[in-house]
């Protein structure tokens, strides 16, 4: 099983290799990830309680709310539309505090998520200027980079079979930077399998969020709000 999720080898390939039948492998691979995501998902998968919770974890590139199962043909952002995360988010029922100063001044800024070019531009979802490249984010480009079962077709018509690979993966990905640490942040940028092409610019926006991305952009720009490494070299 861990040979497929970190190889991504083909199910025939591993029928050969292992001299076990194909229907037997695409049966017993998704029930153990199914029990491996069972037993995880409490201590390594749980969406937090507090928005200051979900920002400290965010930080170490894991997961905390997955959403499988979606047609691949679906973009990122319609993704995010259809799930109960934007609907909360939406309707303001999941907790997030109100907006408070940003550290070092009396400018109020709203809590909000970090997203990329993909998902819309709101004042709880805020995402970078227009640019004219980019490449996947850093939590799933390390976790491509591990469990290479993510850069091929995984060859079974079952969605829910396929939810069960997905969380595995995801709640062993937080398991592993959690108790070990052993990924180098940046070390996936340097597989060609992992660059992305560019995205269309079609979300909509409102004045805003936009206005609140311009005063984050201030703010982080300053002396008071810069960090000692955002102008170092990636």
Not at 8 to 30: A, K
Not at 119 to 136: G, I, S
Not at 199 to 205: D, E, G, I, M, S
Request: glycine share 6%; with cysteine.
């Amino acid at each position: 099983m861990c040979f497929l999720l970190f190889t991504g080898e083909s199910f025939r390939s591993l029928s050969y290799l292992f001299r076990v039948g194909v229907s037997t492998i695409q049966q017993f691979i998704p029930e153990t990830c199914s029990a491996i995501y069972q037993v995880l998902k409490d201590k390594y998968l749980k969406v937090c309680d507090h928005v200051c919770d979900f920002f400290c974890i965010s930080v170490s590139y894991r997961f905390l709310y997955v959403d499988g199962g979606c047609n691949g043909r679906i973009s990122d952002g319609g993704v995010f539309g259809g799930c109960s995360l934007q609907n909360a988010l939406e309707n303001r029922t999941v907790n997030i505090p109100a907006p408070a100063p940003l550290p070092g001044s009396d400018q109020l800024a709203p809590y909000c998520i970090v997203a990329d070019e993909a998902f819309p531009l709101k004042e709880y979802l805020m995402k970078p200027y227009p640019n004219p490249w980019r490449v996947v984010e850093n939590a799933f480009g390390i976790l491509a980079n591990r469990f290479r079962v993510f850069l091929n077709t995984i060859n079974i018509q079952d969605t829910a079979k396929v939810e069960d690979i997905v969380l595995a993966c995801c709640a062993l990905h937080n398991f592993l930077r959690a108790e070990y640490d052993d990924t180098v942040s940046g070390r996936w940028r340097q597989d060609p399998d992992l660059l992305q092409a560019p995205l269309p610019y079609t979300t909509n926006t409102t004045t805003r969020a936009k206005r609140s991305r311009d005063e984050l952009c201030q703010y982080f720009i300053s002396e008071i709000g810069a960090v000692p490494f955002q102008w170092s070299k990636i």
